[in-house]
T-cell receptor, first 111, second 112 residues
Framework: GQQLNQSPQSMFIQEGEDVSMNCTSSSIFNTWLWYKQDPGEGPVLLIALYKAGELTSNGRLTAQFGITRKDSFLNISASIPSDVGIYFCAGSSSNTGKLIFGQGTTLQVKP | GAVVSQHPSWVICKSGTSVKIECRSLDFQATTMFWYRQFPKQSLMLMATSNEGSKATYEQGVEKDKFLINHASLTLSTLTVTSAHPEDSSFYIC????????FGQGTRLTVV
């Protein structure tokens, strides 16, 4: 079945540093989504991408939908302690809302 | 963004009993909702697609008789874990789409 490979698995950075994580797939997706999950909570949508090549920003976050429709990256600039959490990419190949999730990237920020 | 509410946030039940989890779309209607399961330090795994007014569609390996799904209205889907066992202990999360997929807060189920 479809799988998303997300990397890196974890990151430990200093406050103020920039962060980059990415997801790749062997399958084409129509939609790429990036979520952040805090412990004991459901995922919160950060950025949604709907078109190949699309580059979208949300505050300090920037994400891009790869031209081939098989990859996406998320950048976080000038990280702050509240950026700590697990970041998931998710892809959808249909309009039903059914998602395939990456394995997640655990981000820790040292003040 | 759209709001999806899940209830309860956590539940502890005895082995052999059944537990019902509710998922509501608060400010939009959802003909389709999704139920995921998440084990500690793992990603979300889709369990089933809940379809309003019709039977749910289950992913491979998910027992439909154990995880009963009812989507009786455009704003409510329920997941009932029947005859729960300790191995059913997990974090259950629902989602509904309003453009993008929005998730509930999750339900921590502990079976003792």
């Amino acid at each position: 079945g479809q799988q998303l490979n997300q990397s890196p698995q974890s990151m430990f950075i200093q406050e103020g540093e920039d962060v980059s994580m990415n997801c790749t797939s062997s399958s084409i997706f129509n939609t790429w989504l990036w979520y952040k999950q805090d412990p004991g909570e459901g995922p919160v949508l950060l950025i949604a991408l709907y078109k190949a090549g699309e580059l979208t920003s949300n505050g300090r976050l920037t994400a891009q939908f790869g031209i081939t429709r098989k990859d996406s990256f998320l950048n976080i600039s000038a990280s702050i302690p509240s950026d700590v959490g697990i970041y998931f990419c998710a892809g959808s190949s249909s309009n039903t809302g059914k998602l395939i999730f990456g394995q997640g990237t655990t981000l820790q920020v040292k003040p | 963004g759209a709001v999806v509410s899940q209830h309860p946030s956590w539940v502890i039940c005895k082995s052999g009993t059944s537990v019902k989890i509710e998922c509501r779309s608060l400010d939009f209607q959802a003909t389709t909702m999704f139920w995921y399961r998440q084990f500690p330090k793992q990603s979300l795994m889709l369990m089933a697609t809940s379809n309003e007014g019709s039977k749910a569609t289950y992913e491979q390996g998910v027992e439909k008789d154990k995880f009963l799904i009812n989507h009786a209205s455009l704003t409510l889907s329920t997941l009932t874990v029947t005859s729960a066992h300790p191995e059913d202990s997990s974090f259950y999360i629902c989602s509904a789409s309003a453009g993008a997929a929005f998730f509930g807060q999750g339900t921590r189920l502990t079976v003792v």
